[in-house]
């Protein structure tokens, strides 16, 4: 008998053995006992019949464990292990992070798409790009560039598409609009180049294909940068930050910046998506940050923002529901022991869990299943603050490891923060978001680099009362209408709809000021600095002849 005759023989039994064990593995209830491991194929059929929710399956497996780790073996003793022991996460992220990398075929999966970028690579490469990466962040000027960003996004793109919707009453999939929000920031602030993916015709761009025309214009952008010597870094993206640094090879910046690019694309929108769900079914809890939103400015500067307690507190509360990257893991360079007791042999892959840290009732208690954001503040009295305000408590990373912990935590968390907090602000004062599906209907969680929801997030977005004028004492700020009323004479619906653009526009109006005003600051030489202010100086003229020709009112 040959060999392939040998193998079709084996496959021949198997097949239907693994089929079988595959249906009897497949419970119409969520397993709550490890599942079986037989001979040769280990746990594969249950595996398989759980591909579909394989983190809520591995989460309810970690719940019903003694020592929150599961053991689960595949086919040929390909072993891995899911643990939310916080004492396991910061063994392996922190304790022995030297003993712990991403892996060989993790890097080969993702080599396409992220290179040698810092989340693709271990060692004295990852080690260096990480200190490059980290003095970028922590420069004032890219953060406030980053606001810049953010605010023009959200008043001239994000708020208009939703006013148009909400006055003809139309369903948007408010995940889609976000993906397309945070790819159109992420690659200004990265690349400075945009790709204008969020347009109020939604075009049907592929990712892939305009990622690609990002990436190459930034290339055309590395080799203008490389010519040009500039003064100044005040607004300059993150490319332009690293190759003015003295980081000239041109496949080692890039393969940073994509990394970035990918990492700020999904998870900002993914978090964002199941936040505005929590708070359609906590009304409550919707109220307490619209009040702390109407507090702060309309344009809140960075001070407030960063004193915005109880919406920090409620974005923790729903990322811990809902982790944008609900699973994460490393491979064991060496034999080892984690502190569970759980034995590691070298090769096998160790994998945290953040969606299921997020259910143990060890950790938030038996309340876990609900929203709150108060578990994560205190008052005047508890030693924390004297002034009687919130004061926001953080968790410990390691019981809470959704923007990683250890040597590789997250750079990017605090600017993540600023721009979640600036997004839910810019939308809550003007809009309650209703979900489309009938009540009670949860949306499906679905996970593949990051959390999602199936289909979609389909909602319909209504302007609050103060918007619709049945309250006009909250409108401020500088607007042609200094309390945000109607004229005397009333308006039309129509005419309303004009004053809305036109409150809109005047807004966008006063973003273009401070930005025009920065920009000369900031890019005082160079023919491409003096370009760029021309063009904000002829949109700011077309944007101020609009206004004269559509009203009479006086100008701000």
Not at 383 to 394: E, L, P
Request: glycine fraction near 6%; include cysteine.
């Amino acid at each position: 008998m040959s060999i392939i005759e040998l193998f079709a023989s084996v496959a021949l039994l198997l097949v239907p053995l693994f089929f079988y064990l595959t249906r009897n593995s497949r419970s119409k209830a969520p397993s709550k006992s490890n599942p079986k491991s037989y001979p040769l194929i280990g746990s594969s059929a249950a595996i398989f019949a759980n591909r579909n929710r394989t983190t809520q399956w591995t989460s309810d497996l970690i719940q019903s464990s003694p020592t929150v780790t599961v053991v689960l073996r595949r086919f040929l003793d390909d072993t891995r292990v899911f643990t939310g022991n916080p004492a396991n996460v910061q063994h392996i992220l922190k304790t022995k992070f030297y003993d712990y990398e991403k892996g060989s075929k993790s890097r080969q999966t993702l080599f396409d798409f992220l290179g040698n970028g810092i989340f693709n690579i271990d060692g004295d490469s990852w080690k260096f790009q990480r200190q490059v990466s980290s003095h970028e962040f922590n420069t004032k000027s890219l953060r406030k560039f980053m606001e810049t960003v953010v605010d023009t996004e959200v008043s001239q793109r994000l708020i208009p598409i939703l006013s148009t919707a909400a006055a003809n009453n139309t369903v948007l999939d408010l995940q889609d609009i976000l993906q397309r929000f945070a790819f159109d920031n992420i690659c200004k602030i990265a690349f400075g180049h945009d790709p204008a993916y969020l347009l109020p015709d939604l075009p049907e761009a592929e990712f892939a294909k305009t990622f690609d025309d990002a990436a190459k214009i930034s290339s055309g952008r590395k080799k203008k940068q490389e010519l040009s010597n500039k003064p100044s870094l005040e607004t300059v993206d993150l490319l332009s930050r690293f190759l003015s640094s003295g980081h000239s090879d041109e496949d080692f910046v890039t393969d940073i910046v994509i990394s970035f690019i990918l990492a700020g694309r999904d998870t900002t929108s993914a978090a964002l998506t199941w936040y505005f769900w929590l708070l359609s079914q906590n009304p409550e809890i919707e109220k307490e940050i619209l009040r702390e939103i109407k507090d702060k400015s309309e344009s809140p500067v960075y001070e407030e923002v960063k004193d915005m307690v109880y919406t920090h507190a409620s974005l923790c509360e729903s990322m811990r529901l809902y982790p944008p990257v609900p699973i994460d893991g490393k491979v064991a360079l060496r034999d080892d022991v984690l502190p569970d007791g759980t034995v590691i042999k070298k090769g096998m892959r160790v994998l945290y869990h953040p969606y299921a840290m997020g259910r143990l009732e060890m950790l938030w208690g038996p309340d876990w299943e609900e929203f709150k954001p108060d578990r994560w503040l205190q008052r005047a009295g508890d030693g924390v603050s004297n002034d009687g305000k919130w004061s926001f408590v953080g968790r410990d990373p390691y019981s809470y490891p959704v923007f990683q912990a250890g040597p590789r935590i997250c750079l990017g968390k605090d600017m993540a923060f600023l721009q979640m907090k600036r997004v839910v602000a810019g939308i809550l004062r003007r809009f309650k978001v209703v979900p489309a599906a009938e009540d009670g209907v949860e949306p499906v969680f679905v996970s593949f680099a990051t959390s999602k929801m199936e289909g979609g997030f389909p909602v319909s977005p209504n302007l609050t009362a103060e918007q619709t004028g049945e309250d006009n004492s909250s409108m401020q700020g500088d607007s042609p209408v200094s309390n945000g009323s109607l004229p005397a004479h009333g308006m039309s619906s129509a005419s309303f709809g004009k004053h809305q653009t036109l409150m809109e526009g005047w807004e966008a109006l006063e973003f273009d000021r401070n930005f025009l005003e920065h920009a000369f600051n900031s890019l005082q030489s160079g023919k491409e600095g003096l370009q760029f202010v021309q063009e904000i100086t002829n949109h700011l003229q077309e944007l101020w002849k609009l206004g004269m020709r559509n009203t009479s009112w006086s100008a701000p």
